[in-house]
């Protein structure tokens, strides 16, 4: 009977063990963040012709701006404007 017991136990604090280290979630960014990143990315990477913008960025690739928005997310809005 308590063999039995036991072997509940182990596997109990198995499971609690395995849960405790799973990674935490990633936290989403906010709305005002991700405006702001947008806009910076807007700012840095302008469009070949204004208005339309499937004509493509005048500076960098789809990319690039990728690169420089998830920086831009990294650092919490912050990012150093310097040519490349």
């Known amino acids: 009977m308590f ?3 036991k072997s509940r136990c182990v596997l109990l604090a198995l499971i609690c063990t395995l849960f405790g280290l799973l990674p935490d979630r990633a936290s989403a960014i906010t709305a005002e963040l991700a405006r702001k990143c947008s806009a910076l990315t807007a700012k840095q990477f302008p469009p070949r012709e204004p208005g339309n ?6 500076k960098g690739s789809g990319s690039d701006q990728r690169a420089y928005y998830n920086k831009c997310v990294a650092n919490g809005g912050k990012v150093d404007n310097e040519p490349k």
């Open 3 to 5: 063999a039995n017991w």
């Open 53 to 58: 913008p499937a004509a493509g960025s005048a």
